[in-house]
């Protein structure tokens, strides 16, 4: 009787490397995915999304599977998304990234996001791009760093950098820096645009209300960085002055 089963063998003879696999040209097509404990509604989302990228040009938005989606469009459209990454869709933290062709779906970082991180409570000798790249790279991969000194001046009193945060991870909230009088100083971070955010927990996807730790995190609520730290870590980079 004939095995119905495949084999190893004829299972490997079935590789890539087998078949002459043709590899097809495309629109630019990017993966997004929202980032949110509970997903909400697929159709809200996607009209969400379509209003946000409704000046931009013609696209094509596809449910992939629980908060994943993918975008089909030109390659102006595409840049201009990805600039603008990530986004705030019903108060929800959606991340876009670029589908390099050689990968699958599955191996898209959409948890590494790029935030504007603002450090405040530098010492004015530490305040140079420098440094900003420095604890920048304590975060993240650093992205963009910006110059607080134009010309002879400072023009800022905290340094920006832009890094990949990986939103898997409770998001770093500040740092105690020495001096040379042998006392420490806290430099603290505040975020651009969160969205839905964990003040308990330090994630996104959810609120504090909603946090699975938050009945174990209720006995030292008032030790955690998050809460005592009343400056507000969330606050539109547009709304900074330049």
């Not at 992939?64 to 201009?80: H, L």
């Not at 191996?107 to 604890?135: C, D, F, R």
């Amino acid at each position: 009787m004939t095995n119905a089963h495949p084999t190893a063998d004829s299972l490997a003879s079935c590789s890539e490397d087998s078949f002459d696999l043709d590899d097809v040209q495309r629109e630019i097509i990017l993966v997004g995915a929202i980032i949110a404990d509970v997903v909400p509604n697929i159709g809200g989302i996607k009209g969400a999304l379509r209003s946000a990228w409704s000046s931009l040009g013609a696209l094509s938005i596809s449910h992939y599977k629980r908060n994943i989606f993918t975008i089909s469009t030109s390659s102006e459209v595409a840049s201009q998304i990805l600039e603008g990454a990530p986004w705030n869709i019903i108060n929800y933290c959606f991340d876009v990234v670029a589908w390099p062709p050689q990968l699958t779906i599955e191996e898209v970082p959409v948890h590494l996001i790029p935030y504007w991180v603002q450090v405040s409570g530098l010492t004015l000798e530490k305040m140079n791009a420098t440094n900003a790249k420095i604890i920048g790279e304590e975060i993240g991969a650093v992205l963009e760093v910006e110059d607080p000194v134009m010309g002879k001046a400072i023009t800022r009193g905290f340094l920006r950098v832009k890094v990949l945060i990986d939103s898997r991870k409770p998001f770093p909230t500040d740092f105690w820096l020495p001096r040379s009088t042998h006392q420490s100083f806290r430099v603290e971070y505040c975020y651009g645009g969160l969205g839905d955010f964990c003040y308990v927990c330090g994630l996104l996807g959810h609120c504090e209300n909603a946090c699975k730790g938050s009945s174990e995190s209720s006995r030292t609520l008032s030790e955690n960085p998050w809460i005592k730290r009343r400056l507000p870590p969330v606050y539109p980079l547009y709304h900074w002055s330049n």
